[in-house]
């Protein structure tokens, strides 16, 4: 088959395999074949000679060599790597070669059919040779990487260092683009190139395409070069079918392709005009059977990354094809469905945008706004987020009509309901963008907006009753003359024998016909029916053939009365339509005209009010929306997923600039949040702040510094304690980053001192916010410290208690400021005694004993505690201020007793008693809490401090000594040494903490001390409510006791039954709930002591007194998760707020349990005895609002193994429950368990236990409602076949109860005597039961009340004991027998369960 001379036509064809095997076989001798493929080892020597050959006969010698640069790619991966390269540099030349040759044959117009079918076969082995290199060497890296990193190796030492295929392979692939842009039909017979040799040529670019790598930037230009030769392969040889199947194939096999087509369509529409290939791709994809692509997810996911960027880079012709991909919205797949919704976006966009929209194009508008709009209800979460992602690029656009306005709204704001996370994130996006692209007003509070719309509602009505006043009645000519012509025609007839007087004639010939024949009608409008019928009788024959009479001539068979009429009618009815043109006479028509301009003027002002009517309508509406949506994000800002809360707190930054009254609500409840263990939380509130307040815009530093003062002003106004605290924590950050101006700090002292003019409450203000902003840096009041005594707590302090307290808020910064770095012993801040600041706070405090001011208890607490914190010797500076404040006291009762004895004596001196008592109690209360803070604090760390000092110089006095000793016994001496420091620093702790006990528990409270003089005081007015009932004094005195008992166990322990009594049986809320925060502290100081009394804490939790219940749950909630109280059966009471009346109360409920899930199984371990306690009739706890605690207790059931486990437990609990109502919670409970086939087993194992339940309806039902979930779950022939065979069994049961409750009624319920239990409660005495909630103490006093998991044993006597119930008198008639007030000592609990404390536990 060789070629015997270059002129001869070779006898055979060069046909282009499928495979490269295909060459080995022979179909005929018109088809070339390879006659033998060459061992490697020779294959250096061929490429050569092939070499020689080229040099001589250029690229025909492709056709004599043929044989061995197959053999080069049969062998590729044993080859060489030199022979490969010289094989591929080679090739390249030889098509260069033929390219540059064949540029100027083809353009010859005489080409031989011979030299055409040598060249033809040339060019097709060499492009084959060259192709099937360059597939190679792009397939060589990864299968590199599949062999490991021997072959790795390998590769390496073949493969020279200065070949790299990625830089080789751009210039080929630009010479096989240059080799197609050439006229190669010419080569082939009937000028058309066959499929194969494009296919060739393309399929190398595909190959290229499924690198994944091809996407990166440093690839850009291959990927360029691939582009275009593929748009010269669709632009001159057809071959878009092809590249049509080739792109759909590999966008549903390779995830990475989908930009790099969009990119390539982009490229082929623009630079080779090819749109039509747009629509035979989105065709191609629309046939895809949805069906197929809800199973094939890799495919979809390329089909929709492709369609959403294509329609991003040619949303126009996307939209013409539009239609072919609409059935996919029907699918399965949601990420089709993304990618369409997301083409319709970018249409509306960018194509279908503006007021100038044709009506087919404005219906296709409304269409794909119709269709976006039912998708925020898609059943799959994505889909609903991304429509919302789609609306928010809309409306930031400004592409949504206003028409869509508020029914977009309105699903936005539906959407924040959502169970997706995502949803409501992107929803929360969408509004803040409707507010931020609002068309409507920067300022958007309703109440204004209301008033507004008022009174341009009531502006419109004026209009419309004004047009309809002036409008007149327009009726036509004709009915005028219809209604005027029965008199008219008898006039004329009474008026045809009479001939007109000649004066009347005269008149008429020097007249204007027109003007006469105004007057005629004028006439006939007066009714002068006679006058008119004469004129125009006249003037028919004097102006005849002249206008207007020239239209009104008498025919020959006409009579006179008939024309008469005729004439008549014609001017009357003329006059009207004519009257515009014709000349005034009299002013009639100007005045007409100006009526109607009066009257187009009329209509232009009303319809301009109907559309601000409606402007402020759409307003309006927009704004109770707005406010909806605040009050449902204002629930989100606490939700466990942070971008969420992100959301939230952007979407109130943008309501409060828009002045929304309400927005401040949801600025001050995103205050807490700065307490956040999430960064990007805390870090998104000061972002907030710092955008509302530290940016003000326009003006001075001054006015800037004027405007941030106000707004931190308006904040604080009527703000909780802790929204200050949460304030100031803000505002420390922001001191601490130097983000604060000194003009602002300059200005709040101008305002503190008076030097600027401001009212009392900004002064107060401004005291608050420079204590604020000393928390970041303590300089700011350390530096003005004497201007702060001098004028907060001088003369006039007793006219503003509360002044004077936030002035020592603000003077305890300095010491917080002064505190040592850690590692550090330097001496603590103290001032000395001497200092004004003690002198003035000694002088408030014993001047406003005696006052009746309300602020001054808060004020003498804040005080102690800095007198404490800040002076040297505060117990001297304390028990002079006692003192004098005793001494007034003693004056004060003193008074009272000389005067009881006068008869009619007024009982004020009573008040006055209850006064001093109740500031002296406060004070000593406050004053003993602060001495034992200072021992256990400022004293404890002193000593500490002080024994490190002496022990660091007595470790350099040995260090030094030792130095002089012989090396070899100086290192066993300091080992010795170091021991014996750490020996003495330990035990030299223990004995500090033990010499600041001793004197807490056998000092503080001895007859020496003058704090024991208080205690009988003290304890008298506790024992004693019905002598001392002024309120304020019982709950001071209340308070006083739980300080006193901080600071000794055994006073602690002795008067526990007191303080406890109160706390149960005071009529005083505030009692109750002042001794509820000190008993939490007690629990913490003295947990073994307060361990039996947890039945009273608890019991507080059913308090009648809302606040009371609130301050328990609080406390209760912080002892349970530090571990400080052991949590019970009894931790049902906290479950039982979750249906309290209080949303407060509610949501500390909910933030109790869920903190609680998150420690180990603690929810799992207490649902039993939860279920068993609110399950009993007794607990008062009805059956809608128990399964309303149940839904949110089972929330936190999580784990496979719990909801096993409790399956099992719940069943088994059907046989200790006694009543119909706990068969209806035990099988409630089971529908609310997510039950997989382990759960399910379960219950068929434990059928027995509630079979016989089956026959209650309720009870069947909730079974029924399980079974459903589980047959929608189970998709394995096992699970089916199980769940088929429960329901079987429930049916069964079910069935056969109701049978025999039909045949033997009295059998049926003398049944559970004769099986040994007790018969269940009547309806009638279980609802009575449950009308309202039981004291925790009577219910916890039935241990073996119906469904209580069953408990050891108790004595009888134990049960007789707590059956007993606490007495108490509150009467003055008791007040020496002080005893009665407290329980009995036989219901003083007795057994008491040490509880560890891992650490020492201070006063708080």
């Not at 409507?440 to 209301?450: E, G, M, R, V, Y």
């Not at 004060?892 to 007793?897: I, N």
């Not at 030792?962 to 020996?983: D, F, H, R, V």
């Amino acid at each position: 088959m060789a070629v015997q001379s270059l002129e001869d036509s070779p006898t055979w064809e060069f046909h282009l395999p499928l495979s490269a095997a295909d060459l080995l076989r022979s179909d005929g001798p018109s088809h070339y074949a390879v006659q033998e493929v060459l061992p490697v080892k020779e294959l250096r020597g061929q490429l050569a000679g092939f070499q020689t050959a080229f040099r001589t006969q250029g690229a025909f010698a492709i056709l004599h060599h043929f044989d061995a640069l197959y053999s080069i790619l049969h062998h590729f991966s044993s080859v060489e790597a030199a022979v490969k390269e010289d094989a591929l540099e080679l090739m390249q030349k030889v098509v260069s070669g033929h390219s540059s040759a064949l540029t100027a044959i083809l353009d010859s117009t005489d080409l031989a059919p011979s030299l055409r079918a040598l060249h033809c076969n040339a060019l097709k082995m060499n492009c084959y040779v060259l192709v099937r290199l360059v597939e190679a060497f792009e397939a060589e890296p990864s299968r590199s990487t599949l062999l490991g990193l021997d072959s790795k190796k390998k590769n390496k030492k073949q493969q020279g260092p200065s070949f790299l295929w990625e830089e080789e392979r751009q210039p080929i692939l630009q010479l096989l683009t240059r080799l197609l842009q050439l006229d190669l039909h010419r080569l082939w017979t009937g000028s058309v190139v066959e499929d194969e040799f494009v296919s060739l040529m393309t399929g190398c670019c595909y190959h290229i395409l499924e690198n994944p790598t091809i996407g990166h930037q440093k690839h850009r230009p291959t990927r360029e070069v691939v582009i275009h030769l593929l748009g010269v392969a669709l632009r001159r040889y057809d071959h878009m079918l092809n590249a049509t199947l080739k792109v759909t194939q590999m966008l549903q096999h390779f995830e990475h392709v989908a930009p790099v087509f969009v990119e390539a369509v982009s490229t082929w529409i623009k630079d080779y005009g090819m749109k039509s290939i747009v629509g035979e791709l989105l065709r191609e994809i629309g046939q895809k059977c949805p069906q197929e692509l809800a199973q094939d997810a890799s495919g979809a996911k390329g089909y929709a990354a492709f369609l959403a960027e294509l329609a991003e880079q040619v949303p126009a012709i996307v939209l013409a094809n539009m239609s072919v991909l609409l059935h996919h919205l029907d699918g399965e797949n949601y990420g089709m469905r993304n990618a369409i919704l997301a083409a319709m976006a970018e249409a509306l966009l960018q194509v279908l945008n503006g007021e100038q929209l044709e009506d087919a194009a404005r219906s296709t508008r409304d269409q794909f706004l119709d269709t976006l709009q039912a998708h925020t209800c898609d059943v799959h979460g994505f889909v609903r987020s991304r429509v919302l992602q789609l609306f928010t690029r809309i409306v930031q656009q400004k592409a949504l009509p206003l028409t869509r306005f508020q029914a977009v709204v309105c699903l936005a704001v539906s959407r924040l309901q959502d169970k997706s996370v995502t949803v409501v994130k992107n929803a929360i996006q969408l509004l803040a963008a409707f507010l931020s692209n609002n068309p409507f007003s920067c300022k958007l509070s309703c109440s204004d907006l209301t008033e507004l719309l008022q009174k341009e509602r009531q502006k419109l009505q004026e209009l419309r009753d004004k047009r309809r006043a002036t409008a007149a009645v327009v009726i036509p000519p004709e009915e005028e003359w219809e209604a005027m012509e029965p008199e008219l025609q008898a006039t004329v007839k009474s008026c045809l024998g009479s001939q007109p007087q000649g004066e009347e004639a005269g008149d008429l010939e020097a007249g204007d016909p027109a003007q006469v024949s105004d007057k005629i009608v004028r006439l006939l409008r007066k009714s002068s029916y006679k006058d008119a019928v004469l004129l125009a009788q006249v003037a028919a024959g004097l102006f005849q053939g002249m206008e207007p009479f020239v239209s009104c001539s008498q025919p020959e068979d006409e009579d006179e009365e008939e024309f008469l009429l005729r004439l008549l009618r014609t001017l009357y009815t003329g006059s009207h339509t004519e009257g515009g043109t014709q000349e005034p006479a009299d002013g009639t028509a100007n005045a007409g005209g100006e009526e109607q301009g009066a009257e187009e003027q009329l209509s232009s002002e009303l319809a301009k009010q109907e559309m601000l009517v409606q402007y402020l309508q759409d307003a309006y509406n927009f704004s109770v929306k707005v406010s909806e949506a605040m009050s449902l994000v204002s629930r989100m800002m606490y939700e466990s997923s942070v971008s969420v809360v992100q959301e939230a707190i952007e979407f109130f930054v943008i309501v409060s600039q828009f002045g929304i009254p309400q927005a401040i609500l949801g600025v001050r409840r995103l205050l807490p949040l700065i307490w956040s263990k999430e960064p990007g939380i805390r870090e998104a509130v000061l972002n907030a702040y710092r955008r509302l307040y530290l940016s003000p815009s326009g003006g001075t530093e001054r006015a800037r510094a004027h405007s941030l003062v106000q707004s931190l002003s308006l904040l604080m106004v009527d703000a909780s304690l802790a929204t200050i605290q949460c304030l100031g924590e803000i505002i420390s950050e922001f001191m601490q980053k130097d983000e604060i101006k000194p003009a602002v700090v300059q200005l709040l002292w101008e305002r503190f001192t008076e030097k600027s003019q401001c009212s009392a409450l900004e002064r107060h203000v401004a005291v608050m916010l420079l204590g604020m902003m000393a928390r970041g840096k303590p300089e700011v009041v350390g530096s003005n410290l004497d201007v702060l005594v001098k004028m907060g707590l001088d003369e006039r302090v007793h006219e503003n208690y509360r002044l004077a307290q936030e002035v020592c808020h603000a003077i305890s910064k300095i010491a917080s400021g002064q505190k040592p770095a850690l590692g550090k012993s330097g001496a603590p801040f103290r001032l000395p005694r001497s200092h004004l600041l003690f002198e003035r706070l000694s002088e408030a405090i014993s001047v406003g004993f005696a006052g009746s001011s309300p602020h001054w208890i808060p004020f003498t607490e804040t005080a102690t505690a800095l007198i404490y914190q800040l002076a040297e010797g505060p117990e001297e500076i304390c028990t002079q201020i006692l003192q004098r404040c005793s001494q007034q006291a003693l004056e004060k009762l003193v008074e009272p007793e000389g005067e009881a004895a006068e008869p009619g004596s007024s009982p004020t001196g009573g008040a006055i008693d209850s006064l001093a008592l109740t500031h002296l109690v406060s004070l000593a209360g406050d004053v003993a809490l602060q001495q034992l803070v200072h021992l256990e604090l400022a004293v404890s760390v002193e000593l500490r401090r002080r024994r490190i000092l002496g022990e660091e110089q007595k470790t350099k006095e040995r260090a030094h000594s030792c130095k002089k000793k012989q090396k070899a016994k100086s290192t066993g001496n300091e080992t010795t040494m170091e021991m014996e420091l750490g020996l003495t620093g330990a035990s030299a702790e223990d004995t500090e903490a033990e010499l600041i006990r001793g004197i807490c528990e056998t000092e503080l409270l001895d007859g020496k001390q003058l704090l024991s003089a208080f205690v009988p005081l003290v304890l008298k007015v506790c024992n004693n409510p019905g002598h001392y009932n002024d309120p304020a004094l019982s709950a001071a005195s209340a308070l006083a006791l739980g300080k006193f008992c901080m600071i000794s166990a055994e006073f602690c322990d002795t008067h526990l039954r007191l303080f406890f009594t109160m706390m149960e049986k005071s009529t005083l809320s505030s009692v109750r709930s002042n001794l509820m925060i000190a008993a939490g502290d007690l629990a913490i100081r003295f947990p073994n002591q307060v361990e039996p009394w947890t039945p009273h804490l608890y019991a507080r939790l059913r308090d009648p007194c809302q606040h009371v219940r609130r301050t328990a749950a609080l406390v209760m909630t912080h002892l349970i998760l530090k571990d400080m109280v052991k949590v019970k059966g009894q931790v049902s009471e906290m479950a039982a707020l979750l249906i309290d009346p209080e949303e407060e109360i509610v949501a500390l409920a909910r933030n109790f349990f869920t903190e609680l899930s998150g420690k180990d199984n603690a929810v799992y371990n207490l649902l039993p005895d939860i279920i068993s306690r609110l399950s009993d009739p007794e607990s008062g706890i009805d059956e809608q609002p128990f399964r309303t605690i149940m839904r949110q207790l089972f929330s936190y059931i999580t784990k496979d193994k719990q909801t096993e486990s409790l399956v099992e437990k719940l069943c088994q609990r059907f046989r200790t429950a006694r009543t119909e109502r706990q068969h209806h919670d035990l099988a409630f409970c089971l529908t609310l368990l997510p039950l997989t086939d382990r759960g399910l087993r379960k219950m068929q194992d434990n059928f027995d236990c509630f079979g016989d339940k089956l026959q209650d309806a309720a009870v069947y039902g909730c079974f029924q409602a399980v079974l459903g979930r589980l047959r929608r779950l189970s998709t394995k022939p096992e699970m089916k076949a199980l769940v088929e065979e429960f329901e079987q069994k429930l049916q069964k049961c079910h069935s056969r109860g109701l049978d025999s409750l039909a045949e033997t009624p009295a059998e049926g319920s003398k049944s559970p005597e004769s099986s040994g239990r007790p018969a269940p409660q009547t309806t009638k005495r279980t609802a009575a039961s449950s009308c309202r909630r039981r004291p925790l103490r009577a219910t916890n006093r039935e241990p073996d009340s119906a469904f209580v998991t069953p408990e050891p044993r108790v004595s009888r006597a134990r049960r007789k004991i707590s059956r007993q119930k606490a007495y108490v008198v509150f009467s003055s008639d008791e007040e020496n027998s002080p005893e009665e007030a407290e329980l009995k000592e036989d219901e003083t609990p007795s057994k008491t369960t040490p509880i560890s404390r891992v650490s020492i536990c201070h006063a708080r």
